[in-house]
């Protein structure tokens, strides 16, 4: 089974998939049912929690405990080696981006047979030719394909 890494812009969609202005919430939800039913491993950037809280406090603070809680349970690994890191500055420099998106494509570059799964398109749009990098819009469940 492949591995995916799931950005900040896709696991906010898992907490408001109906959010105005944003799309491909069903797609989210689907996604986090092949996770939460083993279907697909998610291997993730370091930072991945402590970013798409900040974003989940931001928005909802309400829900923000609730949420924390349980993305701490869903107990996703973490891909935590120098490498991963030296990758991500590389990206960040070459197409002029925040290290904190690139770090989500790091992991999926330093990890065989691993896709970043991703609905920021201004990401996508400059790190596509990569390779290792897939749409939210693009994503199909585990036999659906």
Known sequence: MSLTVV???VAVKWIFPDA??????EQA???LDEI???RLDVLQPPHWLAE???????????VAEETISFLIA???????????????SELAAALNHHLFD???????LCTPDTTL???????YRKAKDLGSIAKLSDFRRVGDE
């Open 20 to 25: 105005p202005g944003e799309d491909e919430g």
């Open 102 to 108: 690139t770090l989500y494509h790091a992991v999926a």
């Open 117 to 123: 799964l991703t609905a920021d398109m201004s990401y």
């Open 29 to 31: 939800l689907a996604l």
């Open 74 to 88: 869903m107990e996703l690994s973490v891909a935590d080696t120098p490498e991963v890191y030296l990758r991500a």
């Open 36 to 38: 939460r039913d083993r």
């Open 52 to 62: 798409v809280s900040a974003v989940v406090t931001r928005l909802s603070p309400a």
């Open 7 to 9: 950005d900040a812009s």
